[in-house]
């Protein structure tokens, strides 16, 4: 069976704020865009995929902030910083998707999960010097 490979994108505001996704499923929370790769399809291109389906912005991937391995899934997730170069209002584009918006790093709406909360945090650190982590379990901030 082949591993699973996921990707999202931070992608950030003038103002320094986080571009944040409320899922239309689940727990209705809200999440980093991005998702799981299609066939053939790398990390990078994943990422630049999923903000345009959910949100319809062309972005450029940039630099990647962070790999995840989530042992539950046999899943590696990886984040990109991504730039949004025509500074676009996001708007969202697939039934998966509620709501978008920017949001301040120090006020992030609920439901969110703290996979979403380390990802954002990891990728606004100025000192990446480890890149791959493994995680657990999610844990929901409600």
């Known amino acids: 069976m082949p591993k699973l490979i996921g990707a999202a994108a931070v992608i950030l505001d003038s103002a320094g704020?986080?571009?944040l996704v409320q899922h239309s499923y689940g727990k209705n929370n809200w999440d980093l865009p991005g998702g799981k790769a299609e066939d053939n399809e790398?990390?990078?291109?994943?990422?630049?995929?999923e903000v345009h389906e959910e949100v319809g912005l062309e972005v450029e991937v940039g630099q990647l902030t962070?790999?995840?391995?989530?042992?539950?899934y046999d899943m590696h997730h990886f984040v990109f910083i991504a730039k949004n170069e025509h500074d676009e209002?996001?708007?969202?584009?697939?039934?998966e998707i509620l709501e978008?918006?920017?949001c301040s790093r120090d006020d992030l709406p609920r439901p969110i999960s703290d996979f979403t909360c380390k990802r954002?945090?990891?990728a606004l650190?100025?000192?990446k010097h480890q890149l791959f982590?493994?995680?657990g379990p999610r844990k929901w901030i409600e």
Do not use: M
């Open 120 to 122: 954002i945090e990891d």
């Open 125 to 127: 650190n100025d000192d």
């Open 66 to 72: 962070g790999i995840y391995y989530d042992p539950d």
């Open 17 to 19: 704020r986080i571009l």
């Open 133 to 135: 982590h493994r995680i």
């Open 42 to 49: 790398s990390a990078e291109g994943t990422a630049k995929r």
């Open 100 to 102: 978008c918006r920017f």
């Open 89 to 95: 209002v996001p708007q969202p584009s697939s039934p």
